[in-house]
């Protein structure tokens, strides 16, 4: 599984930017898919998710300022951002979460694109 962002860049304090992520596999394939950020010096952490069946989540941090969507057609996720704040500045990742059962066991697979920094001034 590839997973490739796109979008990242340089905006002021209240701007917008929409990340992309595409998927190798048929976005279906996955159980959930989202996205990931690690601030400088931070851990890596939540931002939002989509599940197969199109549930949403979201961290605290950035509800009612970041939508999660999904294109199926085109094997996207994308991850509308409004209201940047500078402490939304991070490396953004996307990812791909899959649960395979078979007969003899469950197996979970965790997949990651390199990242796209997003960097707010203030």
């Known amino acids: 599984v590839q997973l490739m962002e796109s979008g990242g860049g340089l905006v002021q304090s209240g701007g917008s930017l929409r990340l992309s992520c595409v998927t190798s596999?048929?976005?279906?394939?996955?159980?959930?898919m989202g996205w990931y950020r690690q601030p400088p010096g931070k851990e890596r952490e939540l931002v939002a998710t989509i599940t197969s069946s199109g549930s949403t989540n979201y961290a605290d941090s950035v509800k009612g300022r970041f939508t999660i969507s999904r294109d199926t057609a085109k094997n996207t996720v994308y991850l509308q951002m409004d209201s940047l704040k500078p402490e939304d500045t991070a490396l953004y990742y996307c990812?791909?979460?899959?649960?395979?059962?078979?007969?003899?066991?469950?197996?979970?697979?965790?997949?990651w694109g390199q990242g796209t920094q997003v960097t707010v001034s203030s």
């Open positions: 596999m048929s976005i279906f394939s996955h159980n959930a």
């Open positions: 990812h791909a979460h899959d649960v395979v059962t078979t007969i003899e066991a469950t197996r979970e697979f965790d997949y």
